[in-house]
């Protein structure tokens, strides 16, 4: 298991107002809406989720970084763990040729609006229980998806994405390292279960026998 470098540069360009969600908005109410990640997660307000998520090309960086870190060839399989509309697994066939991609997710709306090129290699399903054989994938991704998941859940999901892994695998997640930090998480976050630092981040993963690489993000 290694830490690697964050890929996702659209993260550290984003611009909150961490104290807005808690001081304009009923936070609790939209952590209550957020937790279905249903429509008005995915596509309506943003103090409810994303605001809207619609493809606008910002993964395609992350996976040609991804697609050199990793060596991925052409026919390689890449599983992504908490796909959403399948945005990345679209940029993946778009940088590499004849990759295979499958994607999961636990939003039946996230699934049924995803990206056409790639919908039908997406299916509803949850981390803790990955409904494919053991090492499947050439590469397993899961990107901001397994910190929603409370402890138990969390060591069975880092568990199936190590079983169905063959090769190389990535976990992101949310993480804090300061006292500024875990208070901009609070305020930021709408499903997080699982709130870490990184040693406790690095601690989860090898209680649970993963050998990937991870890295993570916060909110500074």
Not at 95 to 116: L, P
Not at 180 to 207: D, G, M, S
């Amino acid at each position: 298991m290694r830490f690697v470098e964050c890929p996702l540069q659209m993260h550290s360009r984003t611009k909150r107002d961490y104290r807005q969600r808690v001081l304009e908005f009923d936070k609790a109410e939209c952590a209550e809406v957020a937790v279905r990640f249903g429509k008005e997660y995915w596509d309506g307000p943003r103090q409810c989720g994303y605001g809207g998520y619609v493809y606008d090309g910002r993964w395609r960086p992350v996976a040609e970084t991804l697609a050199r870190r990793y060596e991925i060839q052409p026919g390689a399989s890449i599983l992504d763990v908490g796909c959403g509309k399948g945005h990345l697994l679209y940029e993946f066939t778009q940088v590499t040729a004849n990759v295979q991609v499958t994607g999961i997710d636990i939003s039946e709306y996230a699934i049924s609006h995803a990206k056409e090129e790639v919908k039908a290699c997406l299916r509803v399903g949850s981390a803790v229980g990955l409904p494919f054989p053991s090492n499947s994938f050439d590469f397993v991704i899961s990107i901001n998806t397994l910190h929603n998941l409370y402890n138990y859940d969390l060591h069975r999901a880092i568990q199936e994405i190590e079983r169905v892994g063959n090769q190389s695998k990535l976990i992101i997640v949310e993480a804090y390292r300061t006292e500024r930090e875990k208070v901009n998480l609070l305020y930021w976050q709408l499903t997080c279960r699982a709130f870490h630092t990184p040693k406790e981040w690095e601690w989860t993963f090898r209680q649970a026998g993963y050998t990937g690489d991870y890295s993570y993000i916060v909110f500074d």
